[in-house]
């Protein structure tokens, strides 16, 4: 008979597909420590102090002779009684505490931690008595030590083979059962920081930026597939000769950002290799990461074409091309062993974690964010960032430092329009004071020459009045404040407000920066092109003599 009793999480003993004394708690633990000494024997007085340890003596020895005879119906000849003592025959009993222990003195990591479903005998809590209490903490205690060395070795063995993705999941498989462990949520914050989610190790380490009122640059989220190709291709340069990777992928997907990371892996995992531009020269004689952003530069193809002609022992070139490869069309590139990886759109799932690292929004609010984003941007991280930070300027997304982040109650079906300016500028200022409304109108016809004395002459606001318009203005990011002038944030902005102004209106506001502009004129002269832009906007012809001009002020017929 060849039975194996499960101790690790789930207890039960199993003769082949068939289980043996199910729901019978207390005789389960009593084969599991007569397994576990196997084959020495134990006293029965021992037995008795130890599982019926709130009993008398008498009561102690009748119920362990009559669990000793249940024992014996099930395991026949494999348990062996004595008068005195009681044992398991050798081999007859396999426990899986053994064999997780057995795994690991061979190193055998896999394997040992594909045994371990949870702690020694965790049904056993319930049994009274302090020395079963205590010899289950030693046995816990020594397990749990041969868990950590086992997961910290499969883990090292991961990262040390550039295997970022095994590394990971295997750190979170650790941390998740071994909660209380430092060691576990040290090892998957060291993997995480390692591939670019800087945030949730943050998290996991346990500092909290708290809830941050703007938008922190993303974690590098759905890539680990790529970061172990060219990981490996990095071993193999390093080991052998010269290696090429090719990175395509859409515009906006992460190609730029994978030759960031992957150079900032390389400075911190081998600080000894330089890495350098292909365009950067001369190029060390020595082995080196060589990074060409063909898709950003197109003008590196002459360099990468250089190198691939006379490649350096032990290198990797690491280069960004467009999804057509239209910039190496020209270049050999078969001489090198290459490798090529296309970028995809990020998944549901990738979204959200991205997303999360951007900001600490609710559950619920984080999941109607990366359900509406990701069918808006078809996963791209580009994009994904750049509708976050549209959200957030437009006001659909908010901080408030007590309730947190908050959305507006159009968000679900309020269209993005991220690549038309015009129509996200419209939105913001639908949502804007009026006064707020006319100093953003006075800044886009004053342009350049927007001080604050100017803009509130323009605007007609004064004191308490302007300076609330301006700080609304401000807040949604319509114009900033530089050099003493406001500006606005993009050029796109000003041509999108400018050119939502009415006609007649437009007319007025560069008469009044006309006005205002000549009164500043006569104690500057710098503003004299300025001046004359806006008659020229305004078409008053302050050139022309003054019955001229209030003969076209009162509408009057003009001769020539």
Not at 3 to 9: E, H, K, W
Not at 45 to 66: C, F, G, K, N, T
Not at 379 to 405: F, Y
Not at 496 to 513: C, F, K, N, S, T
Request: hydrophobic share 45%; with cysteine; proline share 5%.
């Amino acid at each position: 008979m060849d039975m194996r009793l499960r101790t690790l999480g789930h207890l039960e003993l199993l003769d082949g597909d068939v289980q043996l004394l199910a729901r019978r708690r207390k005789e389960l633990v009593l084969v599991a420590v007569l397994a576990h000494h196997s084959p020495a024997p134990l006293a029965r007085h021992d037995l008795m102090r130890l599982l019926w340890a709130d009993r008398d003596e008498a009561r102690a020895r009748h119920s362990l002779r009559q669990a000793l005879s249940d024992l014996r119906r099930v395991l026949g000849p494999a348990l062996e009684l004595g008068p005195d003592q009681v044992s398991v025959a050798a081999g007859t009993i396999m426990t899986d505490a053994a064999e997780f222990l057995a795994a690991c003195r061979d190193e055998r990591w896999d394997d040992a931690i594909a045994l371990w479903q949870g702690d020694f005998l965790a049904s056993a809590e319930e049994i009274p008595g302090d020395r079963l209490a205590t010899w289950l903490e030693e046995m816990r205690t020594s397990l749990r030590a041969a868990l950590t060395v086992a997961c910290e070795q499969r883990c090292l063995a991961a990262e040390r083979a550039g295997q970022w993705s095994r590394a990971r999941s295997s750190a979170e498989w650790w941390v998740r059962n071994a909660p209380e462990s430092t060691a576990a949520r040290v090892r998957l914050a060291g993997v995480l920081r390692a591939v670019g989610r800087r945030s949730e190790a943050e998290r996991l380490g346990g500092f909290d930026r708290g809830p941050a009122t703007t938008l922190r640059e993303p974690d590098f989220v759905g890539r680990e597939a790529e970061l172990d190709a060219i990981t490996a291709a990095w071993h193999a340069a390093r080991t052998g000769g010269p290696r090429f990777v090719v990175v395509t992928g859409a515009p906006g997907s992460g190609r730029s950002r994978l030759l960031r990371e992957f150079a900032r892996l390389v400075g911190e995992r081998w600080p000894r290799t330089p890495v350098r531009r292909v365009t950067e020269t001369p190029l060390p004689a020595q082995p080196m990461l060589i990074l060409a952003d063909l898709a950003a530069a197109p003008e590196s193809a002459l360099a990468v074409a250089d190198f691939l002609a006379a490649p350096a022992s032990g290198s990797l070139l690491l280069v960004t091309a467009s999804h057509d490869l239209r910039e190496l069309r020209a270049i050999r590139t078969d001489a090198v062993p290459s490798t090529r990886l296309r970028l995809e759109p990020l998944s549901l799932a990738d979204t959200r974690v991205l997303l999360a690292s951007m900001a600490a929004f609710p559950d619920r609010l984080l999941d109607s964010l990366a359900r509406r984003l990701h069918a808006d941007t078809e996963g791209h991280p580009a994009a994904l960032v750049r509708a976050m930070t549209l959200l957030v300027s437009e006001g659909m997304l908010a901080c408030d430092p007590a309730a947190g982040w908050q959305a507006t109650p159009g968000l679900g079906v309020a269209p993005l329009a991220l690549d038309d300016a015009r129509e996200r500028t419209r939105r913001r200022l639908d949502r804007m004071h009026a006064d707020s409304r006319r100093v953003v109108d006075a800044a886009a016809v004053l342009a350049d020459a927007a001080t604050p004395e100017l803009l509130a002459s323009v605007s007609g606001l004064r004191g308490e009045r302007f300076e609330a318009a301006v700080a609304e203005a401000t807040r949604r990011r319509l114009v900033t404040a530089a050099g003493g002038r406001y500006c606005f944030t993009a050029d796109t902005v000003r041509d999108a407000v400018y050119g939502m102004i009415p006609d007649q209106r437009v007319r007025g506001l560069h008469r009044a920066a006309a006005r205002a502009i000549r009164r500043a004129s006569r104690h500057d002269a710098r503003l004299h092109p300025e001046l004359q832009r806006h008659r020229q906007q305004a078409r008053l012809g302050f050139d022309r003599p003054w019955h001229l001009r209030l003969a076209a002020t009162l509408g009057l017929p003009l001769g020539r």
